[in-house]
């Protein structure tokens, strides 16, 4: 089975190596040199990588993302009919992303901006202390990410609600679904953590009319895709000061133009789609398993629902 690794740069013999060191024996080719097109079983890519290039690919019977998210997989032209698409699942993409937002929930809850801006003054001023019992965070997302992220906030103390399409129960964690559940998880997050995939139905969903059922004073942060938030409604809501800050790892366009208003506003915090990055050797093995299913017929690992959109 030929595997074309469609990714450019470094990344391209990182994961050709971590793939190659759990299977010595994989046919790899590397974008742009596919040899044959008719060898090629299986893709692993990118959403830098063209996708109506899969279409030279007769033989192609699984397509493997490099992340955890597929959205950009799944816009126009999309995948070829009936091969089925893989996402990642990894904990050391979980973990790093829970890292991502205990730093920016903790950089928002203990006042970081105002403590940095005292110190660019020689300002020797404590500020009132925070209640973690008080702050109340809402995580949009309950899937791989904002499961562990709801959880590792709640150990620290804070009440956490989580949303999702379906309801679920889990231990510590107030969940809600559906359209009532956004409403009531809008009103009573201190501070709004996005983590959910990017479909029809998730696009622009922070909106000016999200943001002003949140309290006056909460904070957005935002590591899903930039396309969840419609960015000038949220740089409305922060110049009126509904919102008091926001944690960007993703935006729209990627990467930013230097000239958008996203990097200089006072009240944003910005990472350049850095919050969980993979790791080849980490995510290797279950690439390779999903290969190995692919050629023996098995059931396939960590599948695309193409109908939900994640
Ligand atoms: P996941 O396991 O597929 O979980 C998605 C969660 O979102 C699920 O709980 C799902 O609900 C919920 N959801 C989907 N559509 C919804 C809707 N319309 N209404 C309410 N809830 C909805 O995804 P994941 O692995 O946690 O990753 C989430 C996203 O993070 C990825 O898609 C990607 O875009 C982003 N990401 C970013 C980075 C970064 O470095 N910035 C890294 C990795 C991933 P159900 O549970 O009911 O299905
Ligand atoms: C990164 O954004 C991912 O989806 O894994």
């Known amino acids: 089975m030929a595997v074309l690794l ?8 990182a994961w050709r190596d971590a793939l190659l060191a759990c299977d010595p024996g994989l046919d790899i080719r590397l974008w742009p040199d596919a040899g044959d097109p008719a060898a090629i079983e299986a893709v692993v890519m990118w959403g830098t990588h063209d996708l109506a290039d899969l279409a030279r690919y007769p033989a192609l019977r699984l397509v493997v993302s490099m992340g955890a998210g597929v959205d950009h997989l799944l816009r126009p032209p999309g995948t070829p009919k009936g091969v089925p698409v893989a996402r990642l699942k990894d904990v050391l993409l ?4 829970s890292e991502w937002v205990l730093l920016n929930v903790l950089r928002f809850h203990r006042q970081d901006p105002a403590y940095r801006a005292q110190q660019a003054a020689a300002i020797w001023h404590e500020l009132p202390a ?13 899937g791989e990410l904002g499961q562990d992220a709801a959880g590792k906030l709640a150990a620290l103390g804070f009440p956490v609600a989580g949303w999702s399409r379906l309801p679920k129960t889990i231990p510590g964690i107030a969940c809600h679904h559906g359209a009532e559940g956004f409403d009531a998880i ?3 997050s201190d501070m709004l953590v996005c983590l959910l995939p990017l479909t029809p139905e998730t696009r622009g969903i922070l909106d000016a009319g999200a943001f002003a059922r949140m309290p006056r ?16 409604d949220l740089l409305a809501a ?3 000061g509904h919102l008091a800050g926001a944690a960007l790892d993703v935006t729209d366009p990627e990467p ?12 944003i915090v910005l990472t350049p789609h850095a919050a ?3 790791i080849p050797a980490s995510v290797a093995p279950q690439v390779v398993d999903n290969l190995r299913r692919a050629r023996e017929g098995q059931p396939l690992l960590n599948l695309v629902d193409f109908s939900r959109g994640y």
Not at 6 to 13: I, N, R, Y
Not at 256 to 267: E, N
């Open 6 to 13: 469609a990714t450019k740069g470094h990344a391209q013999a």
């Open 94 to 97: 979980t973990s790093a992303m």
């Open 130 to 142: 925070p209640a973690t019992a008080a702050r109340r965070i809402g995580v949009l997302g309950l």
């Open 186 to 188: 809008l009103r009573q």
């Open 217 to 232: 004073g909460a904070f957005l942060l935002n590591a899903a895709r930039g396309g969840h938030v419609v960015q000038p």
């Open 238 to 240: 922060l110049d009126s």
């Open 256 to 267: 930013l133009p230097p000239d958008h208003p996203l990097w200089r506003h006072p009240g």
């Open 276 to 278: 969980s990055i993979t």
